[in-house]
């Protein structure tokens, strides 16, 4: 992370309070062949391990959703387990809510929720005994009943937990995390096997969390989650923070942004003659056609916008759609980490 100016007490005591997990240099080492090779000594070499996480900062400030994403094999499972005390760091410092999770304390554990994505939960209990179980572990719990009754497990208590579907086990594993009114709570792909109105249920939760203060951080392959949720955004690949800020930040159109300006043309005027996007200031503008559709992807200035709308005035043609579209978080993340499969 950036260096910081130096701080006078009160200031320094204002930060810490506002942050709730700070990560700064993180390292995590493997060995390069964990069957085959003993675990890396002093004297080991660059061949002998692997870098899961190599140099990672950031930091999740309490009352906010902080996005963690990368591709798979990028370094955020491994970096969220140091953060939850579950690996030790080869170096580097960790700090959540003031203390060192490796050496977490019963009394830091309580301030913490989990929700893992395979939910991690005992696959021969009904969800309301298992929540209600898990809420008997805290001095001062959440209300399952109203919890359980937001997520609509109550439609399915009666079931065990391995016969749920994935969305239904989410939701308990969900409910599980929340159970202690954590401060700080990690919640990976909580949304993943979910049909929209559970979704949408559960993101107007995220929301809520957030408003009372809570410490959100979030993993999830659904970037529209990311985008309509996260506060900060932190692009991880190859173990580093490829880019990290606002979402408003990362999707920020510079002067040569891609966007997409997708227009529809009425039946009428398929054959009206010489396109205005085949003009020769259009040449680095990639352009689609998929039959009334026409689709330009690139750099679209107002001077093309302008031609384009100018087309249509000259001609009388009126398009049946016509939308600009700048580029989304998915954009920033796929011009990151690549478009390849890993």
């Known amino acids: 992370m950036p260096a910081q100016s130096p701080t006078t ?32 000594g002093p004297g080991a070499t660059r061949a002998d391990v692997v870098h899961a996480v190599n140099g990672l900062s950031l930091e999740a400030r309490r009352g906010e959703v902080t996005a963690l994403l990368g591709p798979n094999g990028a370094g955020k499972t491994t970096t969220l387990e140091c953060a939850q005390g579950l690996q030790r760091p080869t170096s580097g410092t960790v700090r959540l809510l003031g203390q060192d999770p490796w050496r977490a304390s019963p009394a830091l554990r309580a301030r913490v929720g989990v929700m893992l994505q395979d939910g991690g939960l005992p696959q021969a209990v009904r969800p309301l005994e298992l929540l209600r179980h898990v809420a008997s572990l805290y001095g001062s719990p959440r209300n399952m009943d109203e919890l359980v009754e937001r997520l609509g497990i109550n439609g399915f208590d009666r079931t065990v937990v391995r016969r749920l579907s994935g969305g239904q086990r989410q939701r308990v594993a969900l409910a599980a995390a929340l159970a202690g009114r954590p401060e700080v709570v990690f919640l990976d792909e909580p949304t993943a096997g979910m049909d929209p109105q559970s979704r949408n249920i559960v993101v107007d939760l995220v929301q809520q969390l957030r408003r009372e203060g809570t410490s959100i951080i979030l993993t999830t392959h659904l970037l529209d989650d990311a985008q309509r949720l996260a506060d900060q955004v932190y692009i991880v690949d190859h ?53 009334r559709t026409v689709t330009l992807t690139g750099p679209i200035t107002p001077p093309l916008l302008e031609a384009v709308t100018r087309w249509f005035t000259a001609t009388g043609a009126m398009p049946e759609s016509l939308s600009l579209q700048p580029r989304t978080l998915e954009d920033v993340f796929l011009d990151i980490s690549g478009r390849e499969i890993r």
Do not use: N
């Not at 942050?19 to 003993?38: C, G, N, Y």
């Open 239 to 291: 173990g580093r923070v490829m880019a990290q800020g606002s979402v408003a930040e990362l999707v920020a159109p510079g002067e040569d942004a891609p966007a997409v300006l997708a227009l529809t043309l009425a039946p009428e005027h398929l054959d009206a003659g010489r396109w205005p996007w085949e003009a020769p200031e259009f040449a680095g503008i990639q352009v689609a056609r998929d039959e």
């Open 9 to 40: 007490p009160s200031t320094a005591s204002s930060t810490a309070s506002a942050s709730a997990l700070s990560i700064e240099r993180l390292v995590k080492e493997f060995p390069a062949r964990r069957r085959s090779r003993p675990s890396p």
